[in-house]
């Protein structure tokens, strides 16, 4: 059963958890009131919504706070609040429940936030998933310090079903990383912006509060981290060097294997090449274009710049060479 609680005088009702059960109307209006705000408004012929949050009463879902939509970036053009038509929270059974394959950064700016999602769904989906629940119209992000609930609506693009940032949009779409998103954004004044340019470090403390993984410090750099965390199943992301440290020269070589700079990965297999050196495969948040084969530890000493786990940040200096070129 999902319990209702608006505040300030209101009781409280019962309700099934079915996804469009029936509610008192009161109630309903209260939360919608809360979560929706203003009208949409017709903007040069696409459909835009303002986000501004009203001044009513508290409303308590299954023991998690209803937040309003948070409020969309000002280049989100053509964006509009909408409930998808397809696709579901979960994976449906027997397929895993939440999953690295899951995660489609969007057209956002926050890797760093849709890597960690991804990494710890595949090295700990039991807390992955734990976090996520169903209550009806609304779903419940359970972080570590708050529980928060957010109503089914996704920004969609235009007049698709397409979620505009984490969430693949597809007719099989799987939208618990959009909800974790949301819910995320909506702790924030300044909504989805707040999570542009989020380092996973501070993704991971979003996730965990109380960091239950420490990884033994290393001298070896990125590639001792990645292969660390990949026998020991520990969450882990790495982020690669940008335009300013990466001279030409090593630019070209990451853009010759499509490794972006600036960008976050999740380690996911370890393995060695044709000359003997270990290398690690990378995945992607956009959820494609990927590397085009495993990355080497040469190269990971070259081209990545910090490793984040749940409970540390390690910085790695520039190799001698490039910070001559620089």
Same mark, same amino acid.
Request: glycine share 8%; aromatic share 6%; net charge neutral.
């Given at each position: 059963?999902?319990?209702?609680?608006?505040?300030?005088? &209101?009781?409280? $009702?019962?309700?099934?958890?079915?996804?469009?059960?029936?509610?008192?109307?009161? $109630?309903?209006?209260?939360?919608?009131?809360?979560?929706?705000?203003?009208?949409?408004?017709?903007?040069?012929?696409?459909?835009?919504?303002?986000?501004?949050?009203?001044?009513?009463?508290?409303?308590?879902?299954?023991?998690?706070?209803?937040? *309003?939509?948070? @409020?969309?970036?000002?280049?989100?053009?053509?964006?509009?609040?909408?409930?998808?038509?397809?696709?579901?929270?979960?994976?449906?059974?027997?397929?895993?429940?939440?999953?690295?394959?899951?995660?489609?950064?969007? @057209?956002?700016?926050?890797?760093?936030?849709?890597?960690?999602?991804?990494?710890?769904?595949?090295?700990?989906?039991?807390?992955?998933?734990?976090? #996520?629940?169903?209550?009806?119209?609304?779903? $419940?992000?359970?972080?570590?310090?708050?529980?928060?609930?957010?109503?089914?609506?996704?920004?969609?693009?235009?007049?698709?079903?397409?979620?505009?940032?984490?969430?693949?949009?597809?007719?099989?779409?799987?939208?618990?990383? *959009?909800? #974790? %998103?949301?819910?995320?954004?909506?702790?924030?004044?300044?909504?989805? &912006?707040?999570?542009?340019?989020?380092?996973?470090?501070?993704?991971?403390?979003?996730?965990?509060?109380?960091?239950?993984?420490?990884?033994?410090?290393?001298?070896?750099?990125?590639?001792?981290?990645?292969?660390? *965390?990949?026998?020991?199943?520990?969450?882990?992301?790495?982020?690669?060097?940008?335009?300013?440290? *990466?001279?030409?020269?090593?630019?070209?070589?990451?853009?010759? $294997?499509?490794?972006?700079?600036?960008?976050?990965?999740?380690?996911?297999?370890?393995?060695?090449?044709?000359?003997?050196?270990?290398?690690?495969? =990378?995945?992607?948040?956009?959820?494609?274009?990927?590397?085009?084969?495993?990355?080497?530890?040469?190269?990971?000493?070259?081209?990545?710049?910090?490793?984040?786990?749940?409970?540390? %940040? @390690?910085?790695?200096? =520039?190799?001698?060479?490039?910070?001559?070129?620089?």
């Amino acid at each position: 059963m999902t319990l209702i609680t608006p505040l300030h005088g &209101m009781a409280g $009702i019962a309700r099934p958890t079915t996804a469009r059960a029936a509610v008192a109307p009161s $109630i309903m209006r209260a939360a919608e009131a809360w979560h929706r705000g203003p009208a949409p408004t017709a903007l040069g012929g696409v459909i835009g919504l303002r986000d501004v949050r009203p001044a009513t009463a508290t409303v308590v879902i299954d023991g998690a706070e209803l937040l *309003a939509n948070p @409020r969309l970036p000002d280049n989100a053009v053509g964006a509009r609040w909408g409930v998808p038509l397809t696709g579901s929270v979960f994976e449906p059974l027997p397929r895993p429940a939440v999953s690295l394959e899951h995660v489609d950064q969007g @057209r956002l700016g926050d890797c760093g936030f849709v890597a960690t999602m991804g990494s710890v769904a595949h090295y700990d989906p039991v807390h992955m998933r734990g976090m #996520v629940r169903e209550a009806g119209d609304f779903v $419940i992000v359970d972080f570590p310090d708050r529980s928060v609930a957010v109503t089914r609506e996704l920004p969609l693009r235009g007049l698709t079903d397409e979620p505009m940032y984490a969430g693949k949009g597809s007719d099989d779409a799987v939208l618990w990383p *959009a909800y #974790v %998103e949301k819910a995320q954004a909506a702790r924030a004044a300044e909504g989805y &912006m707040s999570l542009k340019g989020c380092k996973a470090s501070t993704a991971f403390l979003h996730l965990y509060g109380v960091q239950p993984v420490k990884l033994p410090a290393h001298a070896g750099g990125p590639m001792t981290d990645a292969l660390q *965390a990949l026998r020991e199943g520990t969450p882990v992301v790495l982020s690669t060097r940008g335009t300013k440290t *990466a001279p030409p020269e090593l630019a070209a070589r990451m853009d010759a $294997i499509n490794l972006h700079r600036t960008h976050a990965y999740v380690p996911i297999a370890a393995g060695v090449d044709e000359a003997g050196e270990a290398t690690v495969t =990378l995945f992607n948040p956009w959820g494609h274009l990927h590397p085009t084969r495993p990355v080497t530890r040469t190269e990971l000493r070259e081209m990545v710049v910090r490793a984040y786990t749940p409970s540390t %940040e @390690r910085s790695y200096p =520039l190799p001698r060479a490039a910070s001559a070129a620089s």
